[in-house]
């Protein structure tokens, strides 16, 4: 009955390690690759200063609904380095996650994306970043606390060294063919981080949006206590899983020993 116990303890508790694990390979990741990133960024960042200002000019053309557009962008897992450019991170919901410029399957399965036809991440007057991320992933945690997020709080997206951050003012559901909430407003410095909602029934998109704000001290210092709160939190869920899943092996040598002495 122990082990039979055990063993249900551990289908029940697989999700948690399982994201767990990935939070800490992914945290491993942007810090092995920041160089690289930075890198990609440097060598767009001109080229896309120019896109800014044209879309600026022209108006953007988001797609609101890239969740269900597979095929768009890259499609193997060896050009995700080649796409990555930095990171955004949540500092109040503990998330941490690689950022790429273009959108498909792959990416948005290995972090968040900036969403096709929005500005480019470089921040300044008349533009309009949008990223996007899933949520509801069983392995992984990435946009699933974004409806947590409260007006007046903080997120901040890192390209090339640089680190914008953003203070939430709006918080919307639309429906997933809705872009107007998405466009450039004239001489502000907007952000919109976008995901599926409800988890699990995807039938709508939540939107949260900020305005630029200095990159102060304060900020700085709680996106790295949010990103060392949640290393021990799920080294913890690791170890803990760990200790688990030796009491069992434990647990079921004992049983086969005792059997066999019985027989």
């Not at 080649?82 to 948005?108: M, S």
Request: proline letters at 4%; aromatic letters at 6%.
């Amino acid at each position: 009955m122990i082990i039979v116990f055990f063993t249900g303890l551990a289908v029940f508790a697989y999700p948690f390690v399982a994201r767990a694990v990935n939070f800490v390979v992914t945290d491993y990741r942007l810090k092995r690759d920041a160089e690289t990133a930075k890198e990609n960024a440097a060598k767009r960042e001109k080229e896309q200063k120019e896109f800014n200002e044209e879309l600026a000019r022209v108006g953007m053309r988001p797609n609101a609904d890239v969740f269900h557009q597979p095929g768009q962008g890259i499609q193997d897992v060896s050009a995700l380095k080649k796409h990555l450019i930095g990171a955004v991170t949540i500092p109040k919901l503990n998330v941490n996650l690689p950022l790429y410029d273009t959108v498909n399957d792959t990416i948005l399965e290995s972090g968040a994306a900036v969403l096709p036809g929005t500005s480019y991440p470089t921040g300044g007057k008349s533009t309009h970043t949008v990223v996007s991320a899933h949520s509801g992933v069983p392995s992984k945690t990435m946009f699933d606390d974004l409806e947590d997020l409260k007006k007046g709080q903080q997120f901040i997206i890192t390209v090339n060294d640089k680190h914008l951050a953003y203070k939430v003012n709006k918080i919307e559901v639309i429906e997933p063919d809705d872009t107007s909430s998405l466009k450039i407003e004239a001489g502000k410095d907007l952000a919109t981080l976008m995901t599926c909602t409800p988890v699990g029934i995807n039938s709508h998109r939540l939107l949260v949006t900020g305005y630029r704000v200095p990159y102060t001290e304060a900020t700085a210092k709680a996106a790295r206590e949010g990103d060392r709160r949640a290393w021990w939190q799920n080294l913890g869920i690791i170890a803990a899983a760990v200790v688990g899943l030796g009491a069992l092996i434990t647990l079921i040598v004992r049983a086969v020993k005792k059997h066999r002495v019985v027989r």
